[in-house]
């Protein structure tokens, strides 16, 4: 290339960058800048930047904190589930699943495993004490570090023995027995009444670490008192008791009620007993006597039973034996049904014992006072030595309609119970209410009758016999009759 075509070139080289340096590029980019800056705060984008500097602080604030340790997500899925991939930007911790805690059996459904709410009637009070101690390894191997202390408290009650005191829970009693006061004067506190507390004492004792059956407050304070009266002219002796009712609804009787519901038939708790029972009269079986039969027939079963252990069997055995003895004691005799007669019931400790002059015996007539009213009864069977105040479902339905055998009718200490020591029948029978009403307004007027506007309650015969009944009855005890002396005269005859 010639010189001057060098010479050409670099002065066309010179124009262009004299002419690009002729453009005012600064002006330019602030007009730019002036004219975003206006625009700009009318748009979205400085909410866009604010967001973005949000997440961009928290994405830092994130990095500089420590993550827990990663829990392996546990997921139930079919087979034909697709799992979805999990975001990675969030770790997403499981759910701890909620503890299922089981309550406690042997607390009520009310206390929720709290026994300061318990239905047993005690008031529990609690005391926390923190002492220092040693090392904590050391604390876990000693019994006495941790421990709690329970003590049962329980006031002994005093019995009630003069006439006001009785009158407290019975204020119309020296109304209804005026001769009463002067009994009362010499009254003894019966030892029924300090056997019957020393036994609750000792289940008290027994049970003391088994909340969940140890007796109530009601039933351990069941009785006011139990006294020992003799009327000072008649020398009558009656054994004076005030307490509350509960209701018993044993007994079965095959001449006077032949039928009885299923459910009491095939009851394994029904008891078809009394204390008080008479030769049967009739040749009409016993309505219970079938459903024992069915229960010794299971027991059978059971036995034959492969998978029956022999601990279970031995007493499936001893089981069959008793049943097979109440079948033939319920062929043999009969008993009172409480729910027909009028009955009370006293501890068994009461109508053994062969000492006292004025313990009960079955048989004896009684009569209940409540609420002014007079019930005539008898002494018709035997209970626990640690309770006392029970009485026939017959008799309860009369003083409270709603009572029921799960439904006691006087829970106060309200009722008084008047046994007459020593006046039951030589011969046992069937329930005669128009006698048991004589006998008990005899012995009334013993110890002064009954006070002015007071009668002796009269019950009605709710399983009476129509006429065309009792001549069945009295042919099948001539016919029983006739076969015991035909069964006696072989008997007699010798041998060939």
């Not at 008791?241 to 095939?266: F, K, W, Y």
């Amino acid at each position: 290339m010639s010189d001057r075509s060098k010479e050409s070139l670099l002065e066309e080289n010179r124009e262009q960058k004299a002419g690009a340096a002729g453009f005012p590029w600064i002006r330019a980019s602030v007009f730019v800048l002036v004219c975003f800056a206006v625009i700009v705060p009318f748009t979205s984008v400085p909410e866009k930047l604010k967001d973005y500097a949000k997440e961009v602080y928290a994405a830092r604030r994130a990095a500089n904190t420590p993550l827990p340790p990663p829990k392996e997500p546990v997921a139930e899925t079919t087979p034909e589930e697709e799992i979805p991939p999990l975001p990675k930007p969030v770790v997403v911790e499981p759910e701890e699943p909620e503890e299922q805690i089981v309550p406690p059996q042997d607390h009520t459904v009310e206390s929720g495993g709290d026994i300061r709410k318990m239905y047993k009637g005690f008031k529990l009070k609690t005391h926390v004490n923190v002492d220092k101690g040693d090392l904590a390894s050391q604390e876990r191997g000693d019994e006495e570090s941790y421990t709690a202390e329970y003590t049962l408290n329980i006031n002994l009650p005093q019995p009630s023995k003069t006439m006001s005191e009785l009158s407290k829970v019975n204020p119309k009693l020296d109304a209804i027995l005026p001769g009463l006061a002067s009994m009362v004067e010499d009254a003894e506190v019966s030892g029924f009444y300090y056997n019957l507390y020393q036994n609750k004492v000792d289940r008290l004792k027994r049970d003391a670490l088994k909340l969940n059956v140890l007796t109530t407050k009601h039933n351990f304070y069941d009785c006011e008192t139990i006294l020992n009266l003799s009327h000072p002219e008649s020398k009558r002796k009656v054994l004076l008791m005030q307490a509350d009712m509960d209701v018993v609804s044993d007994g079965s009787d095959g001449d006077r009620l032949s039928t009885m519901p299923d459910e009491i038939v095939n009851s394994t708790h029904y008891q078809p007993f009394t204390s008080y029972g008479w030769p049967k009269q009739t040749r009409t079986e016993n309505p219970m006597v079938a459903g024992w039969k069915k229960r010794i027939e299971n027991a059978k079963k059971e036995i034959a039973d492969p998978a029956t252990k022999e601990a279970r069997k031995q007493w499936l055995k001893d089981r069959i034996e008793m049943l097979k003895r109440g079948i033939a004691d319920m062929k043999a005799r009969s008993f009172l049904i409480a729910e027909y007669d009028p009955f009370i019931v006293m501890p068994v400790n009461v109508i053994t014992n062969r000492d006292d002059k004025h313990a009960a015996k079955v048989g004896d007539y009684a009569v209940v006072i409540h609420d002014g009213k007079v019930y005539p009864a008898i002494v018709g069977d035997g209970g626990p030595t640690f309770k006392v105040g029970e009485a026939s479902l017959r008799l309860a339905k009369e003083i409270n309609a709603n009572s029921s055998p799960y439904r006691r009718p006087v829970s106060n200490l309200t009722v008084t119970y008047i046994v007459f020591s020593g006046s039951r029948d030589a011969d046992k029978s069937a329930p005669d209410y128009k006698k048991w009403h004589q006998e008990c307004s005899s012995l009334l007027e013993e110890i002064g009758g009954l006070g002015e506007g007071y009668e002796l309650h009269q019950w009605e015969d709710l399983l009476a016999k129509t006429p065309e009944a009792a001549d069945e009855v009295e042919e099948d005890a001539a016919a029983e009759a006739e076969e015991s002396g035909e069964d006696a005269e072989q008997e007699k005859a010798p041998q060939e």
